[in-house]
């Protein structure tokens, strides 16, 4: 296959292994396939485009033009993102049902493609939601910056971590002025296990108490 691979060749290959011939009859089969001038006109595929509520606007662009290609390039370049998005869901639905009875000789009906492509839809929202958190929390976390407290004031950062397996819980803290100028940190652990809430505070007790009774006189 010469180094190159892809879905044509692959089934160039496989028609070819399975007619038990050298020649390229699975690649004609392929392009007359890929190349299919055929509109989306079946019972199963109007069946489906009327369950969505598409079909009116696949109906007569099916009358109209001479091609399956027309009929999707039109939809893509007219309709709303709405119905765009699915109609292309759907067709990727019979699509997939097409190569199922193929290949594997099983065959949806129109209410199962419907729910399988709604499945999928579905699927893809959900992982492009999660994409989008993860960009979000990851932008967050590169671009957030300290920020100094105004003058005269003082801003302790404190952080808590909390080991169930030993029942302990651990702070530290960082204590800085208005120009940002690091004056006092703390650490330490104590048990048990505390909340969120608890080994927070008490991460900023203790270095409150440190510092109020230290050199510096803070009250």
């Known amino acids: 296959m010469n180094g190159l691979y892809s879905v044509k060749s692959g089934y160039n290959m496989v028609m070819n292994m399975k007619q038990g011939t050298d020649d390229n009859n699975g690649g004609r089969d392929?392009?007359?396939?890929?190349?299919a001038h055929v509109p989306p006109?079946?019972?199963t595929s109007i069946q489906s485009w009327q369950t969505e509520g598409l079909w009116p606007q696949?109906?007569?662009r099916v009358q109209r033009?001479?091609?399956?290609?027309e009929v999707v390039l039109d939809i893509c370049s007219?309709?709303?993102?709405?119905?765009v998005n699915r109609f292309m869901i759907i067709v990727w639905g019979?699509?997939?049902?097409?190569?199922?009875?193929?290949?594997?000789?099983?065959?949806?009906?129109?209410?199962?493609?419907n729910h399988w492509t709604k499945a999928r839809w579905s699927e893809w929202n959900a992982a492009q939601q999660r994409r989008v958190t993860a960009d979000a929390t990851e932008y967050s976390s590169v671009h957030r910056r300290w920020v100094k407290p105004i003058t005269g004031e003082l801003k302790c950062n404190v952080d808590a971590a909390f080991h169930h397996s030993i029942d302990k819980t651990s702070y530290g803290c960082c204590l800085r002025d208005s120009n940002g100028d690091f004056i006092q940190a703390l650490s330490g652990w104590c048990n048990p296990e505390l909340s969120v809430c608890e080994g927070e505070a008490l991460g900023m007790w203790q270095l409150a108490s440190h510092v109020?009774?230290?050199?510096?006189?803070?009250e």
Do not use: T, Y
């Open 94 to 113: 019979l699509w997939h049902n097409r190569n199922e009875w193929i290949w594997n000789q099983k065959q949806m009906n129109p209410d199962q493609i």
């Open 65 to 69: 033009m001479n091609s399956a290609i």
């Open 41 to 43: 006109k079946c019972d």
């Open 58 to 60: 696949i109906r007569d």
């Open 212 to 218: 109020m009774g230290s050199e510096f006189g803070l």
């Open 78 to 83: 007219r309709e709303v993102e709405a119905v």
């Open 30 to 35: 392929w392009f007359c396939v890929w190349n």
